[in-house]
């Protein structure tokens, strides 16, 4: 090969390696198709032997096949499309990328599931109701039906005692508070979530009671009764909540919520990824940790970080946004927290995990290093 043809391949090695326009590109193959000095054989050189001779000569070796320049780059076309192929390949960044996968080897031990998902053996042969208790125990409904029931015959003896006071020496009857039943608590909690189901839980209370609604919302429970829970419903001691909302913001549910969390992380094991993100609960009541957040579509509701498992979306983890410390202190590394937090029980476990970008802007260091080793 002269001097002239190795610049040639020098020059079109380096296009496989760059980004040059079309128009140069088509200016090297043009050249490198052009006439080159033709070789002439002198009396001085070596004696090649006929291609006869080779095909009769005996040898253990293969014959090597011998390629063409000519046939190699037969034509501008064919050499352009094969470049730009090849250059394609190749990132703004450097980075190379194949059409045929990695072979595969031994997966790391970081990828390795050292659980069975799935749920937990002991619901294996629940029915509906059952798994559903599972969650929602005797013992959170205990407290929410004695909590109410406090509440309720407060109310009832504030409004006997006001009637009493207005009317003195009068025989008007007082009213007495009915103490609500676990049937009755769970009938009130079918009929919200029938309400979600249907789309019905915008409507007003009096439209869900009529003869043309769900025959299930007034087979469930009267609608008077189900006003009156409603209205008197609690989850934790009135009477020590002010001692106890000095250090938690969410002291009113704090209770029910671990509880609630327990529950949720004992009865299922998640599959190998775990996504981590953040939900707005619609509520406008008066909280002191009531968010507003334009770009949701309620705008005003409780926060709420969740852990889910990413292939059928059950809730792992939970965990209620409360603001700003009770101390005033200003928080930093919030979103690192949160995820830590609530996946640390898988730590070790080799499961992946997912968050969205509002909460990984610090942590993607911290949970490779922290959970998938």
């Not at 046939?71 to 394609?88: C, G, K, Q, R, Y």
């Not at 937990?120 to 039906?145: H, N, R």
């Not at 009764?225 to 009113?252: E, G």
Request: proline fraction near 5%; aromatic fraction near 10%; charged fraction near 30%.
């Amino acid at each position: 090969m002269t001097d002239f043809q190795d610049n040639n391949q020098r020059r079109l090695a380096r296009l496989r390696r760059s980004r040059l326009p079309s128009d140069e590109i088509r200016e090297v193959l043009s050249e490198s198709d052009s006439e080159a000095e033709i070789y002439h054989a002198s009396d001085e050189d070596e004696y090649c032997p006929e291609p006869a001779a080779i095909e009769n000569e005996e040898s253990d070796a293969d014959i090597e096949h011998v390629i063409n320049h000519d046939e190699e780059f037969d034509s501008d076309e064919s050499n352009e499309d094969e470049f730009l192929d090849i250059m394609s390949r190749f990132g703004k960044d450097g980075t190379q990328w194949h059409n045929a996968p990695f072979p595969q080897a031994q997966t790391s031990s970081r990828n390795i599931l050292r659980q069975k998902p799935g749920p937990s053996s002991s619901t294996a042969l629940y029915t509906a109701k059952e798994i559903f208790k599972s969650i929602m125990t005797k013992e959170m409904c205990d407290i929410i039906l004695r909590e109410t029931k406090r509440k309720g015959q407060q109310v009832t003896e504030d409004y006997n005692k006001k009637l009493t006071d207005e009317f003195p020496g009068t025989n008007r009857p007082t009213k007495t508070f009915k103490p609500f039943t676990e049937e009755e608590f769970d009938a009130f909690l079918g009929i919200l979530l029938v309400s979600g189901v249907h789309q019905s839980n915008k409507e007003h209370l009096s439209e869900m009671w009529k003869f043309d609604s769900l025959p299930l919302i007034r087979a469930a429970m009267p609608r008077d009764r189900f006003k009156m829970l409603l209205r008197f419903i609690r989850f934790d001691n009135v009477n020590t909540r002010n001692i106890r909302i000095t250090t938690d913001k969410a002291a009113p549910i704090r209770d029910i919520w671990t509880m609630l969390n327990y529950n949720l992380q004992k009865n299922y094991k998640p599959t190998e990824n775990i996504t981590v993100d953040e939900q707005l609960f619609p509520y406008r009541g008066h909280t002191k940790f009531t968010q507003y957040i334009p770009s949701k579509p309620a705008k005003y509701g409780i926060k709420i970080f969740w852990a889910c498992d990413a292939a059928n979306a059950y809730p792992l983890q939970g965990k209620i946004y409360t603001g700003k410390p009770q101390d005033g202190e200003r928080q930093v590394n919030v979103g690192e927290r949160t995820v830590l937090d609530l996946v640390a029980t898988y730590k070790g476990s080799g499961r992946n995990v997912t968050t969205a970008n509002i909460l990984a802007e610090s942590i993607s260091t911290n949970i490779i290093s922290c959970f998938l080793v």
